[in-house]
């Protein structure tokens, strides 16, 4: 992304309080919260009732809820000569999260990372809201492949670093990407990137530069940022991994409430106490494949030797 410019809001001194929208001063922490929608409910999760799902606010679902808002039949990938996914299936219904834990090098992120083309699969059909955006299975390449753009708008993404610019505010990060990539205008998009604040709890940090956030706190602007989109589906990869250990909850917390909020999400994690209680779909994968998968039960009787060995070296 080579478009920088501060836009609208201009280049304030660290820790002043930026106006978000007309009269409305963030830092005023009362009368931020109310430009914001309220919160969605927290109800029950929506799991694959995408009827359920979509009556939530700012979560958005496919609008099909029999079609799974991922489906990944055959995925292969190679780095030159070397296979690393031998032929991944998952689906990824509305409201549900899947959980993808393994040891390293066993091709999870490789697997996210396809699911938004960040790598071109060498093969396989990866469908996303019911488009394909992958090559196709041999002898069955799609006649058409949605793009990759559309895509990218389809799906948010979480990486382990937040990767967020270092000279804007916190509401500029998530308010960059709304302008740039959604064409939105900069009123709508500063109203927007302070609703996505809210949502994670940072709504009072808005005017903070990155520098002046602890990691839990820039993560959280990093999944405001992709919330922001409204993705269909939300992907995390190691969200925790880089943070100091006593900031993993609050971002756990925020992972949480999206999840009960009904966000379908794809999770890489190594925190499996967190994935037993969120994970409707737990997929254990080793050297590529797909080894076992399963509802919580699976981190207490896993049956696959390779998913005991990884379960026994965890604990
Ligand atoms: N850009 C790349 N170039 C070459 N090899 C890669 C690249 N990305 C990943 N790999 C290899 O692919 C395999 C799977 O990696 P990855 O998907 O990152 O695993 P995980 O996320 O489970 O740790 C590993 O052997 C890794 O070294
Ligand atoms: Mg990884």
């Known amino acids: 992304m080579n478009t920088l410019d501060p836009g609208p809001l201009g280049d304030p001194a660290p820790g002043t309080p930026v106006p978000a929208e007309k009269g409305v001063l963030i830092g005023d922490e009362e009368r931020a919260e109310a430009l914001a929608a309220p919160a969605a409910p927290a109800g029950r999760r929506a799991r694959r009732d995408g009827a359920e799902a979509s009556a939530q606010p700012g979560v958005a679902t496919t609008g099909d809820p029999s079609q799974p808002v991922v489906r990944i039949r055959g995925l292969r990938k190679s780095f030159g000569d070397l296979e690393v996914l031998h032929g991944i299936d998952l689906d ?3 409201g549900e999260h899947v959980v993808l834990f393994g040891p390293s090098g066993s091709g999870k992120s490789t697997v996210l990372r396809s699911i938004n083309l ?3 699969p060498n093969s396989g059909s990866v469908c996303v809201d019911g488009v394909e955006y992958g090559p196709g299975l041999p002898g069955e390449e799609p006649a058409k492949r949605g793009k990759p753009i559309e895509l990218r708008r389809k799906v948010g ?4 670093q937040f990767n967020l610019f270092p000279h804007l505010t916190a ?9 740039s990539v959604k064409g939105m205008k900069a009123d709508d998009a500063s109203r927007k990137a302070a609703e996505s604040l809210r949502q994670v709890g940072l709504l009072q940090r808005a005017a903070h530069y990155p520098g002046q956030l602890s990691g839990g706190q820039q993560q959280r602007v990093a999944i405001a940022r992709a919330l922001s989109q409204d993705p269909k589906v939300m992907l995390f990869d190691e969200p925790t991994s880089a943070l100091d250990p006593e900031l993993v909850g609050e971002v756990l917390r925020v992972m949480h409430e999206l999840a009960e909020a009904g966000m379908t999400m794809v999770v890489v994690t190594h925190e499996l106490g967190f994935a037993r209680e969120i994970g409707d779909l737990n997929v254990f994968m080793d050297a ?6 399963g509802s919580s039960e699976l981190f207490d009787h896993p049956t696959d030797p390779r998913c005991q060995d990884f379960m026994r070296a965890v604990r």
């Open 92 to 94: 990824v219904h509305a």
């Open 288 to 293: 590529g494949v797909v080894v076992e998968t």
């Open 118 to 120: 960040l790598e071109e």
């Open 157 to 160: 993404m979480v990486f382990q």
């Open 171 to 179: 509401l500029e990060n998530v308010a960059l990407p709304l302008r």
